[in-house]
């Protein structure tokens, strides 16, 4: 079932108030997905590769056109302590986030969580320096 055919079976919202059960491929890795695992009732992603579509302009309304695939590029953590995936669009460069499912890849979820201490935005190299030109002494502590 495409978007349009949902959209003719569904009223706006009906998302936001009803378990989704649909079952689909993954439009990335090309791996079946299914609802049941995912810890809620709302699967919005794919468990392996952690890519989900652009569909919804608010969560649950699937009202948007873009359709494009939305890759993971960060996780962040909920003030309750649940984990996040951050997504952004392929086409459209729309970010939004997204509850992180019981049974999400944790390697892959890892690996998006470190990247950011992997790929520092300078050379780890000059780590003293610029520790000393923010006023301190520049010495790593041992």
Do not use: Q
């Not at 992603?45 to 939305?70: A, I, T």
């Not at 470190?114 to 050379?123: S, T």
């Amino acid at each position: 079932m495409n978007r349009e055919n949902k959209r003719k079976k569904y009223e706006a919202g009906y998302y936001k108030t009803h378990p989704c059960s649909d079952s689909f491929i993954c439009k990335n890795c090309g791996r079946p997905v299914v609802p049941e695992g995912a810890g809620s009732d709302h699967r919005n992603h794919c468990p392996n590769c952690l890519v989900s579509l652009h569909v919804d302009v608010e969560p649950g309304d699937r009202e948007s056109d873009c359709g494009g695939l939305m890759d993971p590029v960060a996780v962040w953590v909920r003030k309750n302590g649940e984990w996040a995936i951050i997504h952004r669009c392929r086409r459209c460069g729309k970010l939004s986030s997204n509850r992180v499912a019981a049974d999400d890849n944790p390697m892959k979820l890892m690996s998006i969580a470190m990247k950011p201490l992997c790929l520092p935005p300078f050379p780890l190299e000059r780590i003293e320096e610029m520790t000393a030109l923010m006023a301190g002494d520049g010495k790593i502590a041992p």
